[in-house]
């Protein structure tokens, strides 16, 4: 049986003080294989209860029909996401893990809003190489069970794992391909989920290590091997004071870590006039609440809050190792909100950059103050649309959970662009109101032109967060996605392991595709 491998590395990485690139390692002399092959549930009444995919078809040939058998008398049929490990069936393979797919072809699901083969793809084949990892096998070679970009992204988010500050780490893996062709569709899941994986990294990485300064420059070494393509500005607080960003400053205050305002430019299309996709990530490096000081159990996630940043910078470090023919513009409003004695206080009046006042009522309403001085900012480039993403509200987290992230748009072509790219990933949005109701609330303002929560704080937070985004919006095609509710992973997706999710950047990725490859 002829088999078609293409080997990838799985970037678990290697910490240093500068937060540099993934590692690779090579496989070796004591390299220890293993295999995942995937199996689909037979429909009621179909003879036998599972059927073998193309490639665990072959392999059961090349074995005479043991692979069959075996499956046959070690117990009740696979189910979907299960897995069962075979041991020295094959001299190639020490250790075989066969997955369980579910219903071939199931499709688009209109209920759940997402392809329910890709998501079992994903979910199978992600069991089946953390089983394979637990055993210390270092090289696994995938089934692409008829999609090889799913596996692909099942396998590499599946061994994601943040160890890099622990002295005992999970056994490195190396992927390939099994049993077909398709390596252009394998190494697209590949690239996608390292994007994802790059957002996870920085997401649950101590805010010690990942700073504003720290941030930025490590997107800076990640997007270094794309020069030609990309521009990245470091700006400096003396940059944002000349901008009168004094929404943003108000925030930086507190803390004795400088700001920065990363600004990325992706030219990838072959039109150098076409607009640009502009995307704008809130980059909260560590969220204490400032004065209005959050409790203290939990406060650790709050590493996180820069989730909007992680998402969109990785969005474009995959973009850009693409090739997607599409401009893309990122911003990235970078700093700590800490408490001190020159943080801002609760009923100040602080000015944006397009001359609105603000009163801060709650200084841990922090994210749509920097966002607001971005968005104000990201106008000036004219783009063809505009998307931030921000971890902003634990008041979505209340309304949809992890199942989704929040979007709220003043455009139904956009919304339909970002739905359209979640059913193929799989990270689903959701849309929610942006109703003249949830403004008049920001509006109605003792002191100032808005307040940053609302004469309602407790009701509609995420809503009345957006219409105060709003209005630091003219462009007619502008979403925001909240992501508070998808930041973390508990157990809700099967792929991923516990901790910060990276979600939504592999939407993101898709959507600039979309983009891309639209008339």
């Known amino acids: 049986m002829t088999m078609f491998l293409l080997r990838r590395t799985i970037r678990t990485g290697v910490w240093t003080n500068h937060f540099r690139q993934f590692s690779t390692s090579q496989t070796h002399l004591s390299e220890r294989k293993g295999l995942v092959l995937g199996v689909f549930e037979n429909k009621v009444g179909e003879e036998g209860s599972l059927q073998l995919t193309e490639a665990a078809a072959g392999f059961d040939q090349s074995l005479s029909g043991k692979l069959s058998e075996l499956l046959n008398i070690s117990g009740p049929a696979l189910k979907k996401g299960k897995s069962r490990i075979f041991y020295g069936i094959h001299k190639d393979f020490p250790c075989l893990a066969v997955v369980g797919l579910g219903k071939k072809n199931a499709g688009v699901c209109g209920m759940e809003n997402w392809d329910t083969t890709k998501e079992s793809i994903r979910q199978a084949v992600s069991v089946g190489c953390r089983v394979l990892q637990d055993l210390q096998v270092n090289h696994v070679e995938v089934d692409a069970c008829g999609d090889a970009q799913s596996a692909a992204e099942g396998a590499i988010l599946g061994l994601f794992q943040y160890d890099q500050l622990k002295s005992k780490k999970k056994t490195k893996v190396t992927t390939q391909l099994y049993g077909s062709t398709d390596l252009v569709s394998w190494e697209k899941g590949v690239t996608y989920a390292e994007g994802q994986n790059l957002a996870r990294l920085l997401m649950e990485a101590p805010a010690n290590h990942i700073t504003p300064t720290t941030f930025a420059n490590t997107i800076e ?28 400053l108000s925030v930086t205050k507190g803390s004795d870590e400088p700001p920065v305002f990363l600004e990325i430019h992706y030219k990838g299309s072959p039109d150098g006039m076409q607009a640009p996709l502009l995307l704008v990530g809130k980059g909260i490096t560590f969220d204490s609440g400032g004065i209005s000081l959050k ?22 470090v995959t973009a850009a190792a693409l090739k997607l023919p599409i401009n893309i513009i990122g911003l990235a409003p970078l700093c700590e909100n800490m408490p001190s004695g020159k943080a801002t206080k609760p009923g100040d009046v602080v000015k944006a950059r397009n001359g609105k006042t603000i009163q801060v009522d709650n200084t841990d309403a922090e994210g749509r103050l920097i966002l607001a001085d971005a968005l104000c900012y990201g106008h000036t480039f004219n783009p063809r649309a505009i998307v931030n993403v921000a971890t902003l509200t634990g008041a979505i987290d209340v309304a949809l959970g992890s199942a989704a992230a929040a979007v709220f748009t003043n455009s139904d072509w956009l919304w339909e662009q970002l739905h359209k790219a979640s059913v193929v990933t799989g990270d689903r949005v959701w849309r929610m109101p942006l109703f003249k109701h949830y403004t008049s609330q920001v509006t109605d303002c003792q002191l100032a032109d808005l307040n940053n929560i609302g004469k309602y704080s407790r009701s509609g937070g995420a809503c009345t967060a957006a219409a105060f985004l709003r209005e630091f919006v003219t462009a007619p095609h502008w979403a925001h996605l909240d992501i508070a509710g998808v930041m973390s992973n508990k157990d809700e997706i099967p792929y991923l392991r516990k901790g910060m999710s990276g979600r939504p950047t592999r939407t993101l990725v898709e959507f600039a595709s979309g983009l891309a490859h639209s008339d």
């Open 221 to 248: 070494e990640r997007l270094a091997a794309f020069s030609e393509q990309v521009t990245i500005n470091k700006r400096s607080q003396a940059w944002i004071e000349d901008q009168q960003m004094g929404a943003f």
């Open 295 to 316: 409790p203290s159990p939990s406060m650790d996630a709050m590493r996180a809050d820069m989730g909007g940043a992680a998402t969109v910078c990785s969005s474009i």
